[in-house]
Every structure is written in C-alpha cells, then in structure tokens.
C-alpha cells in the first residue's frame, strides 16, 4: 500500500515536471519567430559591462486622528500607543548591470528595512534577465510577478500614497511583491491589437527565503490588450493555480487603466483593479482540527478606483500638480467571517523635478470597517499624511 501511495505521488510530480517542460519549450518557440519589425544592425561597439546606479529617498510625517488609535492603525482601549511618527520608509539603491546585448543583472535594496528585522527584507530584486527579442525575455531570481497594474511599476511614481491593501495581502498570499522563481514575459499582437504576457512560477513564500517551505508552487498569467492607443486603454486579465502543504489553491484578477490627455497640460490617469484568491494563510492559521474542509472557504475579495488629475506647470521650480482620491473594497475572509475594509485616501502632490524627481505630497486615510473590534488593527481610524521623496 505504502508503495503504490509513493508511486501515484512519484507519478504525479513527473506529470508537473512534463507539463513545466511543455511550457518552457512552448516559450521557447515563440522566442523563434522573427521578428518583423527589427531591422539589422551594425555589429554592437558598445562595450560591457555597463552599469547604472539609482536611487529613491521617500520619508513622510504621521499623524493619527484618533485618540485611542496608533499610527499603525491598532487600537488601544486604555487610550495608549503613538499617534504621531516621522518615518524613513525607502531608502533604495539599485544597480543594474548590463553585462551583454540582452543580459542584465538587477539588484535592488531598501536600506531603511534595517530599522526592522532585516532577516528577510533589505532585498528586494536580485535577478536576472534574458531578452531574446521583444517577444520574450526570461527572468529568473527574486523579482516582482506580474498581477495586476501595481507590479508594472516602482512605488516611486506611484499616484496614491502607498499600494492598495489588495496589493499588500495578495503579497503575503505569494502572487505579488517580491517572490522567487521564474518568468517569461514579452509582447505579441493580435491582428491590430497589441499583446503583454507574463507567464511566471514561484515559491510564493515570500521574499529573501532561504528555501521554499513545501514542494508546492504558484504558477501566474497576465495577459494584457491595447484596447485603444490614443486613449491608452489597457485591459489585464490575471490567474494563478498553485498548491501550498498539499492543499489547491488559486488566484483571479481583471484590470482596466486608462490615460485622457485634455489638451497638453491637463490629464486624467484611471486605474480599476478586482481580484479574489484563496486566503491560504487564514486557512492554516487554524488549528486542523477545527479547519474547513477545503481552503477555498477562505476567500479573500478586494477592488480598488484611483483617478488622478494631472497639470503640466513646467515652472522653473515647480513642474506639476497631482490630485487622486483612491477607493479601495477588501474583504479577507468574505465567505466565512466577513468584515469588509473601505478605505478612502484622497492625496494632493507637488512635483518639483520631471518624472517624480522630487516631490512633496499631502493626504489623508479614512480606514472603515462594518464591525470594529477592539484591540485589534480591523477598527476605524483616521491618518494624516506630508510624504517627500527625491529619486536619484
């Protein structure tokens, strides 16, 4: 009995090494196709290595609104815990490396993580990346999976204050932020309408992991449409199956961004995203004797609206102006023991070298849940935010 119970597992292992096997040749062959588009170049005189230091400085000022309710948004009943903060939240350094025509090396780091323990923080990217030609590239190490419209670009020109709290959850859930893996990404077309894709597998324990924690991994798509080019109508569509200790999980996520340009100073930026996962961690969380029987009756649920209005100054001293009101929806456990979290955080922003260079911004979070419970961060509370920062 213990032998077949070996050999159907032994049996089941090959058949996700096969099918791993099938999609990197699949991508393999797309990378292939020639490309039309590229004409032929004069032998590269470029010598290598070439590398390239950045930087971003983001510090912000707190102030909580409620008396009985930390900056970090748990309340204390005896009316205890702080309600201002000056903070240093990044404090990055990045060098990227190309070392030939189509590889590069990426190393990324927030120093201003040593202030917690850094055991698994300070880094963030450490990969590598091939590029065959535009129709794919292949990354491999710690890096951030594409999930969505927030893993498409940095924190540093982000138009709310910080990412959403869907962002930060699927993160700890192993489909966003920083994972350790594998991904093919790369740009197609369909008739007249042009295509992204990524196709990623990781660990999805986290970031800095020594190893990963069971034999199970977390595989993604992202696949974008250029619905419209002169309005910048994006359309992503997202899912991920994967198994964590033995148990079935999966991930779903669709989202629409869009850029109006009024006239040349005036734009109005729309970001929409909705996404449900299994909430593994819920699930595990619980002692086994008291789990349900599967862990998609932990259901995580979220969505998110960000507008942001932009004017173009271009003043010797002051280039633009930012406003954005984001609306965020997250529930962690909606089928089992809900407790819906709206969160509201109207922001306004000052730039003052292009391309966030150096910015000021000021706004506040208005954090509401259905139940509020005490001693616990799931409790309604207000913050005031100044956050400067300086990319380099």
């Known amino acids: 009995m213990d032998y077949k119970i070996y050999k159907m597992s032994g049996f089941s292992l090959l058949k996700k090494y096969m099918l791993l096997s099938l999609i990197l040749i699949s991508i393999m062959s797309i990378a292939q196709i020639p ?52 903070m240093v939240k990044y404090m990055r350094v990045q060098v990227h490396a190309q070392i030939s025509k189509r590889t590069e090396v990426v190393v990324l780091a927030n120093l201003a993580d040593f202030k917690n323990d850094p055991k698994s923080r300070v880094l963030e990217n450490a990969y590598l990346k091939y590029t065959f030609n535009k129709k794919l590239a292949i990354t491999v190490g710690q890096y951030r999976p594409w999930f969505g419209i927030e893993e498409t670009y940095p924190i540093d020109i982000i138009k709310s204050l910080d990412w959403s709290n869907q962002y930060t959850e699927f993160g700890k859930l192993g489909w966003t932020s920083f994972q350790i893996g594998l991904s093919a990404t790369g740009q197609l077309e369909l008739g007249t309408i042009p295509i992204q894709y990524a196709v990623s597998i990781v660990n999805g324990n986290g970031k800095n992991q020594v190893s990963d924690n069971d034999n199970g991994k977390q595989y993604s798509t992202r696949l974008v449409f250029g619905l419209s080019k002169k309005y910048s109508v994006n359309l992503g569509l997202n899912g991920g199956i994967g198994e964590v200790l033995s148990n079935k999980i999966y991930a779903v996520g669709i989202d629409i961004s869009s850029i109006v340009h009024f006239d040349s100073k005036w734009s109005l930026d729309m970001q929409f995203e909705a996404k449900q996962a299994t909430n593994h961690l819920l699930y595990f969380a619980v002692a086994p004797e008291l789990r349900t029987d599967s862990p998609d009756q932990n259901l995580i649920r979220g969505a998110y609206f960000l507008p942001n209005l932009r004017y173009e100054i271009n003043h010797r001293n002051l280039s633009a102006f930012e406003l954005s009101c984001r609306y965020e929806y997250l529930d962690t456990n909606f089928r089992l023991n809900s407790n819906p979290r709206q969160t509201i955080t109207p922001m306004f922003g000052l730039e003052f070298l292009k391309n966030y260079g150096a910015r000021i911004q000021l706004g506040v979070q208005f954090d509401r849940y259905k139940n509020s419970i005490a001693n616990t961060t799931q409790y309604n509370n207000n913050l005031f935010i100044v956050q400067v920062q300086s990319r380099f």
């Open 35 to 86: 490309d039309s588009t590229a004409s032929k170049k004069v032998e590269d005189v470029i010598k290598y290595p070439q590398l390239q230091i950045k930087g971003l400085f983001q510090a912000r000022y707190i102030v909580g609104m409620n008396r009985d309710v930390d900056v970090n948004g748990l309340h204390h009943s005896d009316g205890s815990g702080t309600s201002n903060n000056f």
